[in-house]
């Protein structure tokens, strides 16, 4: 493993830091520090980067902060980490930076980092870590965070993202993937589409899919508070409902499976980006909603036009 910047730090002192940070923090803010806007912050990075085989697999887990994973060519994994602390003062934010805890497990098939939380309650205090990832692109990724957006492209080997408060947008995949969100919108173009698996879920927010015309696929969508739109893509339907779709594309093939409570999912040959350009990257973290009907060309069992 070569390590560029900051000097790797051992489980132990990753482990043992944190505790006593929070009793600072807690000490300070009694003290008269202010608790106001944390407009004092600190920063530093440091790059890591290690042999993986092509099948190998990676895990990032996050507490608070954003995760955005490259596919590329070749052997080895990247990983940048630039730890932010925010603090009512400067020296808080100083002080609060090198006891952000990232502890890191290698091996030339798995590796494994993860932003551990401190311990106790922080007062006139916060922190952040963004992840910014390159992984060989036939390998599996699994990338988690709790408050930030996770960003995925050009990945062929599996893909599993998952946030709380945040969206997840992955392009041009060529494998499997399972997206999770809570409180975001989910938004996955595909560049070929395989045998593997596909779920997309969300509870607040919308689901975009786009698909290659010539994609042969098995849909199966519902929601609750929303609707759905296709455009772009003959469907041959199995079920349309209220609340539920079911398709066959190109007589049927990969099976996707696209779930939200409230919000819209969209099925195209694209990704709609109007609302991105209107809203930027905050459209990762809020709802996509998508109108209840269906635009595009809709074949029926019995092969007519069903619209």
């Given at each position: 493993?070569?390590i560029?910047g900051?000097?790797?730090v051992s489980r132990?002192?990753?482990?043992t830091r944190?505790?006593?940070?929070?009793?600072v923090a807690l000490?300070l803010s009694?003290?008269?520090?202010?608790?106001?806007?944390?407009?004092?912050?600190?920063?530093?990075s440091?790059t890591?980067t290690y042999?993986?085989s092509?099948?190998?697999?990676?895990?990032?887990?996050?507490?608070?902060?954003?995760i955005?994973?490259?596919?590329?060519?070749?052997s080895?994994?990247?990983?940048q980490?630039?730890?932010?602390?925010?603090?009512?003062?400067e020296?808080?934010?100083?002080?609060?930076?090198?006891?952000i805890?990232?502890e890191?497990?290698?091996?030339?098939?798995?590796?494994?980092?993860?932003?551990?939380r401190?311990n106790?309650?922080?007062i006139?205090?916060?922190y952040?870590?963004?992840y910014?990832?390159?992984?060989?692109r036939?390998?599996?990724?699994?990338?988690?965070?709790v408050?930030?957006?996770?960003?995925?492209t050009?990945?062929?080997g599996?893909?599993?993202a998952?946030?709380?408060?945040?969206?997840?947008?992955?392009?041009?995949?060529?494998g499997?993937i399972?997206?999770r969100?809570?409180?975001?919108?989910?938004?996955v173009?595909?560049?070929?589409?395989?045998g593997?698996?596909?779920?997309?879920?969300?509870?607040n927010?919308?689901?975009r899919?786009?698909?290659?015309?010539?994609?042969?696929?098995t849909v199966?969508?519902?929601?609750?508070?929303?609707?759905?739109?296709?455009?772009?893509l003959?469907?041959e339907?199995?079920e349309?409902?209220?609340?539920?779709?079911e398709g066959?594309?190109?007589?049927?093939?990969?099976?996707?499976?696209?779930?939200?409570?409230?919000?819209?999912i969209s099925?195209?040959?694209?990704?709609?980006?109007?609302?991105m350009?209107?809203?930027?990257r905050?459209?990762?973290?809020?709802?996509?909603?998508a109108?209840?009907?269906f635009?595009?060309?809709?074949?029926?069992?019995?092969g007519?036009?069903?619209?």
């Open positions: 493993m070569s560029h900051l000097r790797r132990r002192s990753l482990l944190p505790a006593g940070l929070a009793v000490s009694g003290c008269g520090v202010p608790v106001g806007p944390l407009g004092a912050k600190a920063s530093d440091w890591h042999p993986l092509k099948t190998g697999e990676v895990t990032i887990v996050n507490a608070n902060g954003r955005e994973v490259e596919g590329v060519d070749g080895t994994l990247e990983v980490a630039e730890r932010i602390a925010s603090g009512a003062t020296q808080l934010a100083r002080d609060l930076l090198p006891r805890p990232i890191e497990h290698a091996t030339p098939d798995f590796v494994s980092i993860e932003t551990r401190l106790g309650f922080l006139g205090a916060s952040e870590v963004r910014k990832v390159k992984i060989p036939t390998a599996t990724i699994r990338a988690t965070t408050n930030g957006f996770v960003s995925v050009a990945m062929e599996r893909v599993i998952q946030t709380t408060n945040g969206g997840v947008r992955a392009t041009e995949i060529a499997g399972e997206a969100s809570v409180n975001g919108g989910v938004r173009q595909f560049a070929s589409l395989g593997s698996r596909v779920e997309l879920t969300t509870v927010g919308g689901v899919v786009a698909l290659p015309d010539t994609a042969k696929a199966s969508a519902s929601w609750i508070n929303g609707g759905i739109t296709v455009s772009g003959q469907f339907v199995r349309q409902a209220k609340r539920r779709f066959r594309l190109n007589g049927g093939g990969a099976s996707i499976e696209l779930k939200t409570v409230n919000g819209g099925l195209g040959t694209r990704l709609d980006d109007s609302s350009s209107r809203r930027g905050g459209d990762l973290s809020g709802p996509a909603e109108p209840d009907k635009d595009g060309f809709l074949k029926g069992q019995d007519r036009d069903s619209r």
